[in-house]
T-cell receptor, first 112, second 115 residues
Framework: DADVTQTPRNRITKTGKRIMLECSQT?????MYWYRQDPGLGLRLIYY???????NKGEISDGYSVSRQAQAKFSLSLESAIPNQTALYFC???????????FGPGTRLTVL | AQSVTQLDSHVSVSEGTPVLLRCNYS??????LFWYVQHPNKGLQLLLKYTSAATLVKGINGFEAEFKKSETSFHLTKPSAHMSDAAEYFCVVSGFKAAGNKLTFGGGTRVLVKP
């Protein structure tokens, strides 16, 4: 969905490097989410934010941090990347009025 | 707590034949249920959503799913597969509204469509 964009789309980095993944949305939604996808495990929630001042940990937040710079922007950081953080990362948006979420195209991250 | 189990990690069908993707869920309350599709190198697209209005839910591209509370199932079907249906499909349950409607995903079913 072009309304939710993620940058970069692909990234290869080395163990120990800091990396930031960015998500922007033009849907006007107040809620934003970060997931990672691993084969056979579906998507798992890393962090979520209901508004700029409300950020919450998901089920697998260790090793990650986030920043909600504005209603439309939600960034995910890996302070010191490790190989088992190699995955496909998705950003999603939603609103308080519905539980439907809208996903970005994903960022494929490889940590060597 | 809630969980989702997709009973088949891979399904192979011939073009023009029916598709059945099986999903069982566990939830402490009446959940919303979704099916999302992910085409290769693409994001996730919503196929359909169940919210208790009707047990048979029609989605996009000819897919439909039936909610069966007694069986805690939400299987996805399509009468006639098309080559463009080759993708990975995720069954998803939404959490309790007060907990932020967090989504729980099944492990996914990868569909192969043979000509």
């Amino acid at each position: 969905d072009a309304d939710v964009t993620q940058t970069p789309r692909n990234r290869i980095t080395k163990t120990g490097k800091r990396i930031m993944l960015e998500c922007s949305q033009t849907k006007g939604h107040d809620r934003m989410y970060w997931y990672r996808q691993d084969p056979g495990l579906g998507l798992r929630l890393i962090y979520y934010s209901f508004d700029v001042k409300d950020i919450n940990k998901g089920e697998i937040s260790d090793g990650y941090s986030v920043s909600r710079q504005a209603q439309a922007k939600f960034s995910l950081s890996l302070e010191s990347a490790i190989p088992n953080q190699t995955a496909l990362y998705f950003c999603a948006t939603g609103t308080a009025g519905t539980d439907t979420q809208y996903f970005g195209p994903g960022t494929r991250l490889t940590v060597l | 707590a809630q969980s989702v189990t997709q009973l088949d990690s891979h399904v192979s069908v011939s073009e023009g034949t029916p598709v059945l993707l099986r999903c069982n869920y566990s939830s402490s309350y009446s959940p919303s249920l979704f099916w999302y599709v992910q085409h290769p190198n693409k994001g996730l697209q919503l196929l359909l959503k169940y919210t208790s209005a009707a047990t048979l839910v029609k989605g996009i591209n000819g897919f439909e799913a039936e909610f069966k509370k007694s069986e805690t199932s939400f299987h996805l079907t399509k009468p006639s597969a098309h080559m463009s249906d080759a993708a990975e499909y995720f069954c998803v349950v939404s959490g309790f509204k007060a907990a932020g409607n967090k989504l729980t995903f099944g492990g996914g079913t990868r569909v192969l469509v043979k000509p």
